[in-house]
């Protein structure tokens, strides 16, 4: 059973929130979004995964479920996706999805009770684990996808199914309930990252520089379902590579791509604005911290997306501070992590445009509609909670009894893992201080938690949410829909030894 700390609740107008923290409210002042309280799953936990060689951090510590957060409301569960596991895909470590209940008062939206339920292992469709490892480590080329994969997005089909988004690809995978593969997602030729010479290139060691397409580690970040469950957004973290003055990581203009979930091709893609460094660094006292221009496309990023309905999201966007494994005791000041409403009507389809040349605006260009929801470091600190770095589940829970929502934000805890340069693996305690993997931390030090917060909104702000469909007949194609990014690896390999 996993063991929680049950925080305060605190109600307080998002308007209130702002002033007392000394920031202007403007046109959101009428927004009123309530934290209720926190839940804290401890570092050391275990999942239900098989560990023929005992408790180890790279096959059953329960860590990283928070990388994204899907409720199912027809069965009243959530799931937990977990990422490319310890170690930063320097270990090899299968990957997985939590399947897991928390109680949520009906009437005051209080979360308790953490339970597992399962942990539910992905696998290729010959049976074969996904591996976190990373490709040039996994498959011993980095431009072979194989089974590497790095989980970041999830999303529930009407039929039960699941939808996956990874950054390695960056690729888009159906399973079934159980995890196995179904289907793979063509992902456009734009996002592929490459090399110069515009081979590619799916690692994201250190050792492999990237052209053009995703940055390293900055793939599909987020995904989507509208509630017909006709189509999947997936957004990545970051803008591609070479988009940007002089590259993506000075650029603002991060890339939404839609995809149809019948043929499993993109339809279109629309562009999603970052907020500026310069207005995160005036939430930063002083100057000596501030965030560089070239972290706007780097440092800070989109982190989730969840459909209201078929055109309007909920984007969490957020900068890499906070209490992690980078900074395990929180000295460094937060300066983002807020969630945004995106329209995308009327937004120019940029598929085939190419956003280079500037970081900001692009002539001829509507990005997608954009204004503040509301603001997590902001009532997290006047609940006096520490802010933790990695926000990365978003979830509209169960509908309460006075008609509002639950809303439920879960962490990324990174197993409480870190390494070196070297690629050695260290486990972070509490503490800031290093040990060995598995190796105990001090005596009143652990390892770093996962956290759940609680949060309610009423129906109004909400806005015009759409349940999804539930229970819905979608067919499914009898092959594998577009060129699979494993065979699209692979081919070129072939192709290469054919022409020497």
């Not at 929680?4 to 002042?29: E, N, P, W």
């Not at 590579?241 to 043929?263: I, K, M, W």
């Amino acid at each position: 059973m996993v063991t929680f700390f049950h925080t305060r609740r605190l109600a307080l107008a998002y308007s209130l929130t702002l002033s007392a923290l000394g920031m202007a409210t403007g046109a959101q002042s009428a927004q009123a979004f309530t934290f209720v309280n926190s839940l804290s799953i401890p570092g050391n936990a275990t999942d239900l995964a098989a560990a023929p060689n005992g408790n180890s951090v790279n096959t059953n510590r329960l860590g990283g479920f928070g990388s994204d957060l899907y409720y199912d409301r027809d069965n009243n569960v959530f799931y937990g996706l977990v990422d490319r596991g310890p170690g930063g895909g320097t270990i090899p470590y299968n990957t997985r999805v939590e399947k897991f209940t928390v109680d949520i008062d009906s009437n005051s939206g209080s979360i308790s009770n953490f339970k597992l339920l399962s942990t539910i292992l992905l696998t290729d469709q010959a049976g074969k684990n996904f591996d976190g490892y990373d490709p040039l480590f996994l498959n011993g080329a980095a431009n072979v996808l194989g089974r590497s994969l790095d989980p970041e997005g999830f999303a529930l089909a009407p039929n039960g199914n699941f939808y996956v988004s990874d950054e390695y690809g960056p690729s888009v995978k159906k399973f079934t309930p159980a995890g196995k593969l179904v289907r793979e997602f063509e992902t456009p030729a734009n996002i592929l990252p490459k090399d110069a010479q515009g081979n590619p290139l799916f690692s994201g060691d250190s050792s492999v520089t990237v052209a053009q397409g995703r940055q390293a580690n900055r793939g599909y970040e987020g995904l989507a379902i509208t509630p017909d469950g006709s189509k999947l957004i997936a957004v990545l973290q970051d803008p591609l590579t070479q988009e940007g003055t002089p590259s993506g990581r000075s650029s603002r203009n991060v890339r939404l791509v839609v995809f149809d979930t019948a043929t499993g091709k993109s339809t279109a893609q629309y562009v999603y604005p970052l907020e500026t460094v310069a207005e995160i660094n005036d939430r930063i006292p002083g100057t000596a911290n501030d965030f560089a221009t070239t972290a706007q496309g780097r440092n800070i990023g989109v982190s989730s997306i969840v459909a209201l309905n078929d055109h309007e999201f909920i984007v969490l966007e957020r900068d890499n501070r906070g209490v992690g494994v980078d900074d395990p005791t929180g000295k460094n000041p937060v300066g983002s992590k807020r969630t945004f409403k995106i329209d995308i009507t009327g937004a120019t389809d940029v598929s085939n445009i190419s956003l280079t040349g500037s970081n900001n605006a692009i002539a001829g260009v509507t990005p997608v509609g954009k204004s503040l929801y509301f603001d997590i470091q902001a009532l997290l600190a006047v609940a006096g909670q520490s802010i933790p770095d990695k926000f990365e589940g978003f979830a509209i829970g169960p509908k309460l009894a006075n008609g509002s929502y639950s809303i439920l934000v879960a962490t990324d805890n990174d197993f409480s893992v870190t390494q070196n340069a070297a690629g050695l693996q260290f486990d972070v305690c509490t503490d800031g201080k290093q040990v060995a993997l598995d190796a105990a931390c001090a005596a009143g030090s652990t390892l770093l938690p996962s956290f759940l917060y609680g949060f309610t909104a009423t129906a109004a702000e909400l806005g015009n949410y759409v349940p999804p469909t539930s229970n819905a007949a979608v067919p499914e194609p009898t092959t594998m829909t577009g060129m699979a990014l494993a065979g699209l690896g692979s081919l070129w390999l072939k192709r290469r030894k054919k022409s020497k």
